[in-house]
């Protein structure tokens, strides 16, 4: 069975850190791209971070670029999302995607989500 599972979402004051963990079991982590996408209170979804399969390449959103950073350990399956500079419309239920392409095929993974909440 396939699971990608967030946790280290919370509440935390304006200018505050958390460390977003996405643990993955199921398929072949390490073939695939890892995704952070956010949905925050009344909006749709927005892509924010993205590493590559081999973790030396990464993209950010402008929203988030220089306050973000994006890690993975595929020994241990695991994306991370290291969030410093907490602002309030960073509030938002956070979400690891799984994703890899191959000819025209898509594979794609989703979790349930973690809560951020910023307070200003």
């Known amino acids: 069975e396939v699971m990608l599972v967030e946790s280290g979402g919370g509440l935390v004051h304006s200018g505050g850190s958390l460390r977003l963990s996405c643990a993955a079991s199921?398929?072949?982590?390490?073939?695939?791209?890892m995704n952070w996408v956010r949905q925050g209170p009344g909006k749709g979804l927005e892509w924010v971070s993205a590493l590559n399969s081999e973790g030396d390449s990464t993209n950010y959103a402008d929203s988030v670029k220089g306050r973000f950073t994006i890690s993975r350990d595929n020994a241990k399956k695991t994306v991370y999302l290291l969030m410093d500079s907490l602002k309030p419309e960073d509030t938002a239920v956070y979400y690891c995607?799984?994703?890899?392409?191959?000819?025209?095929?898509?594979?794609?993974?989703w979790g349930q989500g973690t809560q951020v909440t910023v307070s200003s």
């Open positions: 199921g398929f072949t982590f390490s073939s695939y791209a």
């Open positions: 995607n799984a994703r890899f392409v191959r000819a025209s095929s898509v594979y794609e993974y």
